[in-house]
């Protein structure tokens, strides 16, 4: 297939917060109740057209789990936009936001294009990270932040398409 640009991007995030979940909702429209724990790297394909550049965008879904952090790393550096996901009813996924950016120091490019996400808004009465502390972390960061659901597919594509577009602008 033809395509002018290949982006490459990395979610991020503790495990469970659903970062298999988002891929599977933006690359094919579909969302499971089942947590099946990734195991290393995975990846989705998905291509789009973008400020009328065919986009050929290549989404690195990473594990979560610590042991399997050090698999990961090699994948950072490549990576034109970061999404850095929590869970909107895990407080301690929130808290961890700080160690992926540290990954992201450590490993990334420093022309990666962020973004912080906040997973599973629909789940309104478990939730325990208001929508203002993650608007809060991610305007101390100067990065995009956006509220998600990849369950009933609320700013799942949104919130790919903004850091598409501005790898694509860059
Ligand atoms: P690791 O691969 O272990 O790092 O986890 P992950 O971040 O990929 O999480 P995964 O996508 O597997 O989702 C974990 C659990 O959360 C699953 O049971 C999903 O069904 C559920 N889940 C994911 N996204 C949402 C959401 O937006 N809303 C709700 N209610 N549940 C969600
Ligand atoms: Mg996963």
Do not use: M
């Not at 991007?9 to 499971?32: N, P, W």
């Amino acid at each position: 297939e033809e395509y002018d640009l290949l982006v490459k991007l990395l979610v991020i995030g503790d495990s469970g917060v659903g970062k298999s979940s988002l891929l599977l909702r933006y690359a094919e429209g579909t969302f499971s109740e089942h947590h099946l724990a990734t195991i290393g790297v995975d990846f989705k394909l998905r291509t789009d057209t973008v400020l009328n550049k065919r986009v050929k965008i290549q989404v690195w879904d990473t594990a979560g789990q610590e042991r399997f952090k050090s698999i990961a790393i090699g994948y950072y550096r490549g990576a034109h936009g970061i999404a850095i996901v929590y869970d909107v009813t895990n407080e301690q996924s929130f808290n961890n936001v700080k160690n992926w950016l540290e990954q992201i120091t450590d490993h990334a490019s420093e022309h990666a294009q962020l973004i912080l996400v906040g997973n599973k808004c629909d789940l309104d009465r478990e939730r325990c990270v208001d929508r203002a502390r993650g608007e809060e972390l991610a305007n101390s960061l100067k990065i995009p932040f956006v509220e998600t659901s990849a369950k009933n597919s609320v700013n799942v594509e949104a919130a790919f398409s903004k850091v598409v577009t501005k790898v694509v602008e860059d």
